[in-house]
């Protein structure tokens, strides 16, 4: 390409999202199906409505839970029989491991899978999770199993891989370059853990330097083609590249379960990790949790604080006393909800997410691998998951194909812009996933989910930070220092639950 244009096109791609720089006459068409918009991007608006609302209805309680997500309801879990209430600004739990419904069918919008754990990985979720009758201990190969077994993909059916259309075998195939990428790596399997908070104290200096460092360091091979590879893996798992993200989260990837040496199960339920949220939910009451309802304004009082909060669907103001907070929600907005707390975390940097799922009722011929990679898209899009490799019990027939898109962070502001480009952002995913099982597909919907703060991306020194102590206000959730995984979020509620 002329060089000129080069640097106009790359121009484009840095400052539009996909959707608002596509001239492709193909993707503009709209469509004969219904696609609907889930996004919280506006929530922010509702603020100022509710600033001039006068408070209709008072509650008190000892510990109040700002957000649902995982880390929320696994902080409401832990508090169990003691007076609390969690305040969920969407009309579901889950957050980013929620799922949408379709015809009564529960279909993963974000996190879809988790792996299963090592023996030597944290007590306190793995106790959870026993008790939620998740896993159960496997002795011979120390390991924890999960219980629900027609949820496990079988090995042979994970994953496919393509690239520029073509289907290769794996992300990383065996290449020379490979082979010593892995032999770097080894002195690290059973050395990193979850949660990140239990890392051996001699290796946590992986975290000061990013990944791209620690491979340049190690004579990985420096091909820009090779380190590509890498980079698509770190995106899929933390929203970042290897140039982002530090060595700590990318050794951490390759090496957090026993990979080299056995077979480590896969779960991952047609509602993805929201399986996950569902089990820990029917444990907690009822009437101690509001969903719809914005927690906006958080001050102290004596020694506790006083909470304001917008009831969504009856547009009223709620305040609420409380002797503590768990604070479960994205930290992004935290100076603006508490303007007294000096925020820890105003150096995060969250990558956006897009999850596009697109229903059929037809279930095509030679589809048959769970997840299909896509490299070197230049969109953002990862790829796919296929819900007909997962168990059809609960799927009423429906069939789904959910794409994702990791976004750049300075397109967030353009997410609002969605809406008005839904058909685009479909035909797009349908063009990406027509290349790949190459036989068409006739959608009876879609569904986009968008998330503006979707990821925290772990770069240099963001793991092992130690916070001040505030006063009753713990916080929690993947953003306070931490891998964004399940497992994280999970232990970072517990935590926070247990040291109030
Ligand atoms: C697209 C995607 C795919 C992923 N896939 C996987 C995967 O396959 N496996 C895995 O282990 N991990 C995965 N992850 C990561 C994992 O899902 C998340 O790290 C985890 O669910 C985060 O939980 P959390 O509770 O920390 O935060 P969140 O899920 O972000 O929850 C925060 C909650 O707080 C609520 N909230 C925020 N502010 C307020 C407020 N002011 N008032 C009331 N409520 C508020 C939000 O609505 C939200 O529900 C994925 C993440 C994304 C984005």
Redesign the pocket.
């Known amino acids: 390409m002329e060089r000129r244009k080069f640097i106009k096109k790359t121009a484009i791609t840095l400052s539009a999202p996909f959707w608002l720089t596509s001239c492709d006459t193909d993707v503009l068409n709209s469509n004969p199906f219904p696609i609907s918009v889930s996004s ?1 991007a506006k929530s922010g608006h509702l603020i100022k409505n509710a600033l001039s609302l006068k408070v209709s209805k008072k509650r008190q309680t000892e510990t109040l839970i ?7 309801i696994a902080a409401a879990h832990t508090l169990n029989n003691k007076d609390y209430l969690l ?4 009309d579901r ?6 799922a949408s419904n379709y015809q009564g069918v529960a279909l993963s919008r ?5 792996l299963a754990y090592p023996g030597y990985y944290g007590v306190e979720v793995l106790k959870m999770f026993e008790q939620l009758g998740i896993i159960e201990y496997q002795g011979w190969n120390d390991s924890w199993s999960f219980k629900d077994r027609q949820h496990l993909i079988p090995a042979a059916r994970r994953q496919q891989c393509f690239q520029k259309g073509k289907l290769r075998k794996a992300v990383i195939p065996k290449t020379e370059a490979s082979h010593k990428l892995m032999e770097v790596l080894r002195p690290f399997e059973g050395r990193m853990i979850l949660p990140t908070r239990l890392t051996p104290v001699d290796i946590q200096y992986l975290d000061q330097m990013t990944f791209d460092t620690f491979l340049n360091d190690q004579n990985i091979d420096a091909d820009p083609y090779f380190r590509n590879l890498i980079d698509y893996q770190m995106l899929d798992d933390y929203g970042g590249t290897s140039q982002q993200v530090s060595a700590l989260a990318g050794i951490h990837y390759y090496t957090c379960r026993p990979y080299q040496k056995q077979h480590v199960e896969l779960f991952s339920a047609p509602e ?2 929201q399986y996950f949220a569902n089990k820990i939910h029917q444990q907690l009451s009822s009437h101690k949790i509001l969903n719809q ?4 304004h958080i001050e102290k009082q004596g020694a506790g604080y006083l909470v304001n ?1 917008l009831d969504i669907i009856q547009n009223q103001r709620l305040e609420i006393q409380t002797d503590a907070i768990v604070y ?3 930290k992004h ?1 935290l100076p603006y ?1 508490a303007p007294e707390i000096d925020s820890p975390f105003n150096e995060n940097i969250y990558a956006p ?1 897009m ?1 596009v799922n697109i229903l059929t009722k037809q279930k095509p011929n030679n589809f048959g691998f769970w997840q299909n990679e896509y490299l070197d898209s230049e969109s953002g899009f990862l790829g796919f998951i296929d819900s007909s490799v997962q168990y059809q019990g609960n799927l009423k027939g429906i069939h789904c194909l959910t794409g ?1 898109y990791c976004l750049k962070p300075e397109h967030r502001s353009q997410l609002l812009t969605v809406e008005d480009h839904k058909d685009r952002i479909v035909n797009e995913t349908l063009t990406y996933i027509r290349s790949m099982v190459k036989e068409p597909i006739n959608p009876e919907a879609a569904f986009i989910h968008v ?1 503006g ?3 925290p991306i772990p770069t240099p020194n963001y793991l092992f930070k130690t916070y001040p102590e505030i006063g009753n206000f713990n916080f ?4 306070t220092g931490k891998l ?6 999970i232990d ?2 517990i935590m926070a639950a247990k040291s109030l």
Do not use: R
């Open positions: 919280l700002v957000g649902g997500g995982l880390a929320g305040l969920e600004l969407d739990y889950g957050g980013s491991s929620s974000g996190a879809h899978y988790d993805g990790n309802h914005l927690v906006y909060a479960a929600g994205q907005s909800i997410w999850v994702y998330m703060h979707a990821m929690s959730g993947v953003d964004p995984l399940l497992f994280e979020a970072s509620g």
